[in-house]
């Protein structure tokens, strides 16, 4: 079956840009069924969606997050990925990508989180 | 966009049914037949139990159902056991292409 994994640095500085990778096994990630979301916690919080990303590079965003993110999508690796500028300590937090269901909007395939932590 | 509300915790006893509610307006919840719910058990990451607001997918239990009246979306267990005992989330769909969470409930089984 599908399975995803986050990979990227755990710690960044202050006003640089966090990284994020999740690589998608078990399954193409241009099937076109599907949509790629990625999904942020910071601890004892809840969930925030950040965005999602479809195979043909069309994205949606967190309207609170827009101006800072960027997610991409390369098909040839069965990868997408999340650039996040000018972090500070309020984006420490868990990183999860996870598979989105189009047209019915939920997220049945999830990554098991990275740790990200925002310090000098 | 504002995050749905969600109480803090909720708690029961087992074998009781207990119900989290999931409160949000008529640009997300209101307008959308589509709020999801997940479980999340402590240091793994969620897993949904319910879809399309009352859908389960294979493998999840009758004991959870949800349903939807206006703005606020529900989310019932019943017959609780001790695995039950997690933290939950919802979510919903809010137009053009974006989804919203709620702020968690942590279900206590007493």
């Known amino acids: 079956q599908v399975q995803l994994q986050e990979s990227g640095p755990g710690l960044v500085k202050p006003s640089q840009t966090l990284s994020l990778t999740c690589t998608v096994s078990?399954?193409?990630?241009?099937?076109?069924?599907?949509?790629w979301s990625w999904i942020r916690q910071p601890a004892g919080k809840g969930l925030e969606w950040i965005g999602r990303?479809?195979?043909?590079?069309?994205?949606n965003y967190n309207p609170s997050l827009k101006r800072r993110v960027t997610i991409s999508i390369d098909t040839s690796k069965n990868q997408f990925s999340l650039n996040l500028s000018s972090v500070t300590a309020a984006d420490t937090a868990v990183y999860y990508c996870?598979?989105?269901?189009?047209?019915?909007?939920?997220?049945?395939?999830w990554g098991k989180g990275t740790t990200v932590s925002v310090s000098s | 966009q504002s995050a749905l509300t969600q109480p803090a915790s909720v708690s029961g006893s087992p074998g009781q049914s207990i119900t989290i509610s999931c409160t949000g307006t008529?640009?997300?919840?209101?307008?959308?037949?589509?709020v999801s719910w997940y479980q999340q058990h402590p240091g793994n990451a969620p897993k949904l139990i319910i879809y399309?607001?009352?859908q389960r997918p294979s493998g999840v239990s009758n004991r959870f159902s949800g349903s939807k009246s206006g703005n606020t979306a529900s989310l019932t267990i019943s017959g609780l056991q001790a695995e039950d005992e997690a933290d939950y989330h919802c979510?919903?769909?809010?137009?053009?292409?974006?989804?919203?969470f709620g702020g968690g409930t942590k279900l206590t089984v007493l």
């Open positions: 996870a598979r989105h269901k189009p047209y019915f909007h939920y997220m049945d395939v």
């Open positions: 078990g399954g193409s990630i241009d099937s076109g069924n599907y949509y």
């Open positions: 990303i479809y195979s043909t590079g069309s994205t």
């Open positions: 008529s640009s997300d919840v209101g307008s959308y037949d589509f």
């Open positions: 399309e607001g009352t």
């Open positions: 979510c919903s769909y809010a137009g053009g292409g974006t989804s919203v």
